[in-house]
């Protein structure tokens, strides 16, 4: 069966930091475009960072860019997001998500509907 589990959400002041990771059992995800996503409650899920197969390329929302750190380890089968100085804005439940065609070439790809394997997610809340 396969999975992506997320973990690292919380609760964070304005200006602190948390680390996301989101692991994969089941297949490995090496081969496979990831990102991450939130939504906030009211609002539709949108996403935040993507990364390719080869951690060669990133991606960020302009809302998180400088703030927001997207890598991944091929060995582990994990992905990680680091997010620093964080604003009340960025509370949401956070989602990892993979694409399911491998080794993709060309732009990456943005829209949660090009991904076909999905966590759960974690929530962050930021306080102010």
């Known amino acids: 069966q396969v999975q992506l589990v997320e973990s690292g959400g919380g609760l964070v002041q304005a200006g602190g930091s948390l680390r996301l990771s989101c692991a994969a059992s089941?297949?490995?995800?090496?081969?496979?475009?990831m990102g991450w996503f939130r939504q906030a409650p009211g609002k539709e899920r949108e996403f935040v960072a993507i990364i390719s197969w080869n951690g060669d390329s990133t991606y960020y929302a302009t809302s998180v860019k400088g703030r927001f750190t997207i890598s991944r380890d091929n060995a582990k089968n994990t992905m990680y997001l680091q997010m620093n100085n964080l604003k009340p804005e960025d509370t949401a439940v956070y989602y990892c998500a993979a694409d399911r065609r491998v080794f993709r070439s060309g732009s990456l790809l943005i829209q949660p509907t090009a991904y076909d394997y999905w966590g759960r997610g974690t929530q962050v809340t930021v306080s102010s």
């Open positions: 089941g297949r490995t995800f090496s081969s496979n475009d």
